[in-house]
């Protein structure tokens, strides 16, 4: 049954997929890596929902939860925060300008050179962290979902996570191969609701098992009295947390924003907005959506540390196991399929993205500037065939680390924090030189490199925050708080020499969405309410 339920709904999705965009327009750059801007609002919330919610998130989220308790919900709640700063300030600078890729906003900014390096950077950890991440936690979540070592018969974990991670990696290259990125959004909002409604119900389900005769309520009494200090969203004084709360003011709420605001993976989806309105709705959507993430991300964690601490279940497992555990079997199939698609969501966006900074901005840029488009779009395929390649051989490899999640947001420093400086510098001072942005991007890149990499590299293991007693999240806001004031010196210095002014390069009509104000206050409203509630 589990099986059959996993097939039915898989097939469903794809099929319905092909049908909703078989007549859309994917070789020209546009057709392929925007959708032919012509993303509505329920497409863009439903796709950048489901890219944000694979399985690093469902697994490596609640494998935090598992581990740290309520405090780790600081990356779905504060992400809303970032996402009323997108819709209200970054995204129509974005569209105005007609970019598709952030680099290209910055060669309009600032210099080619600019572009390049912001576009290598985002290369270079596009492919060697987030997709092999995607896929790794993918494989991992599938394995204990299905129980795969018994339908196998394989008992290697290694082996069995090098299989899954191939399986994965194929599927996912033929999607992102022969879909443009309105394929890969109407898949998303598809997979985006079952995997809502899946969510939802593994909640209800772990809370009933927890609860044993007295059911849901009984469920939560015991997460609330039980080890009450880790129901605490400021972190309990004495619990070891990988998000202290001071945190959220620097590190945290500086990659949600880099997340939510700069990332290619996920603005890519708002970039191919029919609309600027179109664009801010989708976007507030998802931050109303964001609020619902921790019934589904966190609580199952809190959950498993009841049923499972001590029995020697990883934190990476802990969600997997849950699952299987708390489901009936023809559910258990349908959420599988629903994570498989949310695997290919994540995969595929990833793949696209990386595809678009290679072929506009090194391809097209450098390589070969007289491309046709179609010539373009057929090498991004070649390009990101090799990529995912690379990526199911070393996914596996991510299995030495102790949180995938943990190890996700630290990597994810080094180069977001000199991208995120340098794009909000060039928007805040119009007079920053081309020079102050660029070095400032070296500088950030090789601070984030001793500090993350290096240091940790050369002492054992042991990370900066043993050193200085400073958390790495707060590191990556003192070196954010330096490289702006290192732009800010070159501004005053060495002036450009006229102010930027941004230039209006798109089709697409540019009126605000009239509800985008009153919209972003609830939500902020929304937050802080969050944050009281479940402070101790």
């Known amino acids: 049954m589990t099986i059959l339920s996993f097939l039915f709904f898989t097939l469903f999705a794809a099929g319905l997929t092909w049908y909703l965009t078989r007549n859309y327009e994917n070789k020209s750059s546009d057709g392929f890596f925007l959708g032919g801007r012509s993303l509505t609002f329920p497409i863009i919330a439903g796709s950048l929902l489901l890219t944000n919610l694979s399985t690093e998130q469902m697994v490596g989220l609640n494998g935090s939860a598992y581990k740290n308790g309520l405090a780790v919900m600081a990356w779905e709640v504060i992400a809303v925060l970032a996402l009323v700063l997108m819709a209200a300030y970054f995204l129509p600078k974005f569209l105005r300008s007609g970019i598709t890729t952030v680099p290209q906003f910055l060669e309009q900014r600032f210099d080619r050179r600019t572009q390049t390096l912001a576009n290598s950077i985002f290369l270079a950890a596009y492919a060697l962290l987030l997709i092999p991440i995607v896929l790794y936690s993918g494989a991992k979540g599938l394995i204990n979902m299905m129980d795969l070592h018994q339908l196998t018969g394989i008992e290697s974990e290694f082996t069995l996570l090098t299989i899954t991670c191939i399986g994965i990696g194929l599927a996912g290259m033929m999607y992102s191969r022969f879909g443009g990125l309105r394929t890969l959004a109407v898949l998303d909002t598809i997979n985006g609701i079952g995997l809502l409604v899946g969510g939802f119900m593994i909640a209800a389900f772990a809370l009933y098992v927890l609860g044993g005769d007295g059911g849901i309520l009984a469920g939560w009494e015991t997460l609330s009295t039980v080890h009450p200090e880790r129901m605490d969203s400021t972190g309990a004084e004495g619990l070891d947390s990988e998000v202290p709360f001071s945190t959220i003011f620097t590190g945290v709420a500086l990659l949600n924003l880099f997340y939510w605001c700069t990332n290619q993976q996920i603005i890519q ?268």
Do not use: C
Request: net charge positive; hydrophobic share 50%.
């Open 269 to 536: 989806r708002t970039l191919g907005a029919s609309s600027l309105a179109e664009g801010q709705k989708g976007v507030l959507l998802t931050g109303a959506l964001k609020l619902l993430g921790p019934i589904y991300l966190v609580l199952p964690g809190l959950v498993a540390y009841h049923l499972y601490f001590g029995q020697g279940v990883s934190n990476d497992d802990a969600y997997g196991k849950l699952v299987a555990d708390v489901l009936p079997a023809q559910l258990t199939g349908f959420f599988a399929a629903v994570m498989v698609g949310a695997i290919l969501s994540s995969f595929n966006a990833a793949l696209n993205s990386t595809s678009a900074l290679f072929s506009l901005g090194l391809y097209k840029h450098v390589i070969n500037p007289t491309a046709s488009d179609e010539k373009t779009v057929k090498t991004a395929k070649l390009f990101v065939t090799v990529i995912a390649i690379a990526a199911m051989f070393g996914a596996p490899l991510l299995s030495k680390t102790s949180s995938i999640f943990s190890y996700l947001q630290t990597m994810n420093g080094i180069y977001a924090i000199p991208i995120f400086a340098v794009v909000v510098m060039g928007m805040l001072n119009k007079r920053v030189p081309s020079a102050a942005a660029f070095y400032s991007m070296v500088i950030g890149l090789v601070v984030m490199i001793g500090l993350l990499i290096a240091y940790p590299a050369l002492n054992g293991g042991a990370n900066t925050t043993e050193l200085t007693g400073i958390s790495n999240f707060h590191t990556m806001g003192i070196v954010f708080g330096s490289l702006m004031l290192i732009m800010f010196i070159g501004a005053k210095v060495a002036p450009r020499e006229n102010p930027w002014e941004i230039t209006t390069n798109t089709p697409i009509d540019m009126t605000p969405w009239k509800g985008t104000k009153v919209a972003s206050i609830i939500l902020v409203i929304a937050v802080v309410a969050i944050y009281a509630a479940f402070s101790k």
